[in-house]
Every structure is written in C-alpha cells, then in structure tokens.
C-alpha cells in the first residue's frame, strides 16, 4: 500500500514554531490535499486544506497561525505551525483528497508534534 510520508515533527514550547512537511505518494497538481490532526482519544480532524488551485481552508482553531502550502513539482504540501498551543498536540498527516471528499492514498504513520505549556 502506499502512503504519504509526513515529517518535520518534534517537542516545542508553547508560542514556538514546526514545520511540517508532507511527501505525497504519487502526484497532486490534480488533488486537493489536507493535513489532519489526531489527539489521544480524540477522531481525526482535519486541520487545513489546500486546493489543486491553490485555495487554503482552515478550521477555525488554527487560522491565523498555520499556512498551507504545496509545491506541485515536488508533490509536497507544508504546513507551517506558528503560535503553537498546548491544543495542538497530535499526531498529524497528510494525505490526498478526492474532489468528492475521502482520503485517495492509505494513512501513513503520521508525524508526532508535541506543544508544552
């Protein structure tokens, strides 16, 4: 099966800044693709969204401190976490969307951020 690989995860404090970037499993010039959060005990959660047109979507939880980006030549999609809260603790991925909804790839392992107060 494949999947995506996301990475770029880590401890940081609250206030601090991550990274994290996302290599896709095939191409996605054609795909929305989103990033996704899951914290223990909790359903995934969709975190942003960037469109095969380039137009960004956040949940309210996060807007004004992430930005969604991708790089259709390298089949990457970044997610740059500023402002980071306790809250945002969470395995996060990635993957592809059909444009109908519905992850197109398998869900790879995720990339741990971990935000300390």
């Known amino acids: 099966q494949v999947h995506p690989v996301e990475s770029g995860g880590g401890l940081v404090q609250a206030g601090g800044s991550l990274r994290l970037s996302c290599a896709a499993s095939?191409?996605?010039?054609?795909?929305?693709v989103g990033w996704y959060r899951q914290a223990p005990g909790k359903q995934r959660e969709l975190v942003a969204r960037?469109?095969?047109?380039?137009?960004?979507h956040y949940v309210d939880s996060v807007k004004g401190r992430f930005t969604i980006s991708r790089d259709n030549a390298k089949n990457t999609v970044v997610l740059q976490m500023n402002s980071l809260k306790p809250e945002d603790t969470a395995v996060y991925y990635c993957?592809?969307?059909?444009?109908?909804?519905?992850?197109?790839?398998?869900w790879g392992q995720g990339t741990q951020v971990t935000v300390s107060s």
């Open positions: 993957n592809r969307e059909f444009s109908t909804g519905g992850a197109v790839d398998s």
């Open positions: 960037i469109s095969s047109t380039g137009i960004t």
């Open positions: 095939g191409i996605i010039f054609s795909f929305n």
